[in-house]
């Protein structure tokens, strides 16, 4: 711990991930003392593997960064109120080409540095098991949310607590992979974003053929492909080695989920084997899909390819994209050494299931992101329901903004709806049709144009609602 053990503090904060370090920094740079209170180095989630605080899973989690895409405008948001992640981000980048990647443990190592040499900040590595009587209070405990405390917060909420499980993908050595059979280029030259993927066909479709870029994205990867950017590693599928890899993900030997748990994947991170068996061209209309790259050997599109993406600034490690997976780590080196390329791979992190823990927001949470049943505690980052390291961390950063008001007696200046500081606010209070579930950050969850802008194509209409947002954020923070 880095302060007196008798001092009075004003905050505590459970949990030392991005969500937990933005909200004490946050807290801290006004004036308040903040306990942060980190489980590590004494107890560790499945995903976890070192003992510094904002620890990444991958290292391009930080996503696009066009302002024409909604996690790139959140990101452009935050750095002009002062994030802390933003600024660590941006200080160990790595190139990713229209996305922000970093090198994870720079990033870490930074964010772990701001936080304990903070002077209103004392550090705590206990694990807590119970919600604290301490008030105020923020749980940022995120998806991993230890057992005792997650059936703290289940007996405090009730029935609305959920539970589902995420996965993470393999990490492999660059100097296993096998580069006489592989070749670096991103989709349509575009390096780093990876897009939104197209709903799977019907089994049986025809594959796609290739097309023009759309002509409001033609400027942006023409950009791009001049910057000369090569960010991803391409391993390149005939169709027989194809088929046969994804008959051996279906057929792949799995960890099972125990009896008393039910298993309930975010659609944006299924595991790869969950993919193959809803179809045998599933993949190939989703990470695998060959669109915008030409194998340089043959010079046409392969059937289908697995991509690599760099793990670190010198790119001494690659991680398989899209391939989050629940196979048992011995099905893992055979069937990813099925990849050409890969033969030998090394692997440097095999991939594993974890489970995420988020409650209702909707139901559960007032205004200043505190559950209504347990006045002065409050919920940030992936435990309240967003979903990603950036949603997280501007989680942590409004729920600070929030409880700092609060604590000053001012009245709730919210960020406005019209930016996607907002819009983390919208998501977490917008009722669902049916349950209510994590989500990035996305345009619905910002308010739309006014009608007088007239009808504008889709990325004329994000840029217009970018410029708007900015223009928004930066009359609310002026008039903090």
Same mark, same amino acid.
């Given at each position: 711990?880095?302060?007196?053990?008798?001092?009075?503090?004003?905050?505590?904060?459970?949990?030392?991930?991005?969500?937990?370090?933005?909200?004490?920094?946050?807290?801290?740079?006004?004036?308040?003392?903040?306990?942060?209170?980190?489980?590590?180095?004494?107890?560790?989630?499945?995903?976890?593997?070192?003992?510094?605080?904002?620890?990444?899973?991958?290292?391009?989690?930080?996503?696009?960064?066009?302002?024409?895409? *909604?996690?790139?405008?959140?990101?452009?948001?935050?750095?002009?109120?002062?994030?802390?992640?933003?600024?660590?981000?941006?200080?160990?980048?790595?190139? *990713?080409?229209?996305?922000?990647?970093?090198? $994870?443990?720079?990033?870490?190592?930074?964010?772990?540095?701001?936080?304990?040499?903070?002077?209103?900040?004392?550090?705590?590595?206990?694990?807590?098991?119970?919600?604290?009587?301490?008030?105020?209070?923020?749980?940022? +405990?995120?998806?991993?949310?230890?057992?005792?405390?997650?059936?703290?917060?289940?007996?405090?909420?009730?029935?609305?607590?959920?539970?589902?499980?995420?996965?993470?993908?393999?990490?492999?050595?660059?100097?296993?992979?096998?580069?006489?059979?592989?070749?670096?280029?991103?989709?349509?030259?575009?390096?780093?974003?990876?897009?939104? =993927?197209?709903?799977?066909?019907?089994?049986?479709?025809?594959?796609? =053929?290739?097309?023009?870029?759309?002509?409001?994205?033609?400027?942006?990867?023409?950009?791009?492909?001049?910057?000369?950017? =090569?960010?991803?590693?391409?391993?390149?599928?005939?169709?027989?080695?194809?088929?046969?890899?994804?008959?051996?993900?279906?057929?792949?030997?799995?960890?099972?989920?125990?009896?008393?748990?039910?298993?309930?994947?975010?659609?944006?991170?299924?595991?790869?084997?969950?993919?193959?068996?809803?179809?045998?061209?599933?993949?190939?209309?989703?990470?695998?899909?060959?669109?915008?790259?030409?194998?340089?050997?043959?010079?046409?599109?392969?059937?289908?390819?697995?991509?690599? $993406?760099?793990?670190?600034?010198?790119? +001494?490690?690659?991680?398989?994209?899209?391939?989050?997976?629940?196979?048992?780590?011995?099905?893992?080196?055979?069937?990813?050494?099925?990849?050409?390329?890969?033969? =030998?791979?090394?692997?440097?992190?095999?991939?594993?299931?974890?489970?995420?823990?988020?409650?209702?927001?909707?139901?559960?949470?007032?205004?200043?992101?505190?559950?209504?049943?347990?006045?002065?505690?409050?919920?940030?980052?992936?435990?309240?329901?967003?979903?990603?390291?950036?949603?997280?961390?501007?989680?942590?950063?409004?729920?600070?903004?929030?409880?700092?008001?609060?604590?000053?007696?001012?009245?709730?200046?919210?960020?406005?709806?019209?930016?996607?500081?907002?819009?983390?606010?919208?998501?977490?209070?917008?009722?669902?049709?049916?349950?209510?579930?994590?989500?990035?950050?996305?345009?619905?969850?910002?308010?739309?144009?006014?009608?007088?802008?007239?009808?504008?194509?889709?990325? *004329?209409?994000?840029?217009?609602? *970018?410029?708007?947002?900015?223009?928004?954020?930066?009359?609310?923070?002026?008039?903090?």
């Amino acid at each position: 711990m880095n302060g007196a053990e008798s001092r009075r503090d004003d905050v505590v904060v459970v949990g030392g991930g991005l969500a937990g370090c933005e909200a004490a920094y946050q807290l801290a740079q006004r004036g308040l003392r903040v306990r942060l209170v980190e489980m590590k180095p004494h107890k560790r989630t499945p995903a976890q593997t070192s003992d510094r605080l904002a620890e990444l899973v991958c290292s391009n989690s930080l996503r696009g960064a066009a302002l024409s895409n *909604a996690v790139g405008l959140l990101k452009e948001e935050l750095r002009r109120v002062g994030s802390l992640a933003l600024r660590c981000a941006d200080e160990t980048s790595v190139p *990713a080409g229209g996305a922000l990647a970093v090198d $994870r443990e720079r990033f870490a190592e930074a964010m772990t540095r701001s936080i304990e040499s903070h002077p209103r900040i004392a550090v705590e590595r206990r694990e807590v098991t119970e919600i604290p009587a301490e008030r105020p209070a923020i749980l940022a +405990t995120g998806p991993l949310t230890s057992d005792a405390l997650a059936a703290s917060l289940a007996a405090a909420v009730g029935a609305e607590h959920l539970a589902y499980y995420d996965a993470i993908a393999p990490i492999v050595s660059a100097d296993s992979i096998d580069w006489s059979r592989v070749w670096k280029q991103s989709r349509y030259g575009k390096g780093g974003a990876v897009r939104g =993927e197209r709903a799977a066909p019907a089994e049986g479709a025809a594959r796609p =053929e290739p097309t023009a870029p759309p002509p409001e994205d033609a400027a942006e990867r023409r950009d791009d492909a001049e910057a000369g950017d =090569e960010a991803y590693v391409n391993c390149p599928f005939d169709e027989a080695q194809y088929k046969a890899f994804v008959r051996a993900l279906v057929a792949s030997e799995k960890v099972e989920a125990r009896d008393f748990e039910e298993v309930r994947y975010f659609e944006g991170c299924l595991p790869c084997e969950v993919m193959a068996a809803r179809g045998e061209q599933t993949l190939a209309f989703g990470p695998m899909k060959p669109v915008g790259l030409t194998d340089p050997r043959t010079g046409r599109r392969p059937y289908a390819v697995l991509q690599l $993406r760099p793990e670190d600034e010198a790119a +001494t490690a690659y991680n398989l994209v899209g391939f989050q997976t629940r196979m048992k780590y011995a099905e893992q080196l055979r069937v990813f050494r099925m990849v050409p390329g890969l033969e =030998e791979a090394e692997f440097l992190r095999m991939g594993s299931v974890h489970r995420n823990t988020f409650v209702d927001a909707p139901a559960l949470l007032g205004p200043a992101m505190e559950l209504r049943a347990l006045p002065g505690v409050h919920l940030a980052g992936q435990i309240s329901g967003v979903e990603g390291y950036v949603e997280s961390a501007a989680a942590g950063f409004v729920c600070a903004i929030l409880l700092a008001q609060r604590l000053r007696n001012e009245p709730l200046r919210p960020p406005p709806p019209t930016t996607a500081l907002g819009g983390i606010l919208t998501h977490l209070g917008r009722k669902q049709p049916s349950s209510y579930q994590p989500s990035n950050i996305t345009w619905a969850h910002i308010a739309p144009l006014d009608p007088a802008h007239g009808k504008l194509r889709k990325r *004329a209409r994000y840029e217009a609602m *970018a410029e708007r947002a900015l223009r928004d954020l930066d009359a609310w923070w002026a008039a903090g």
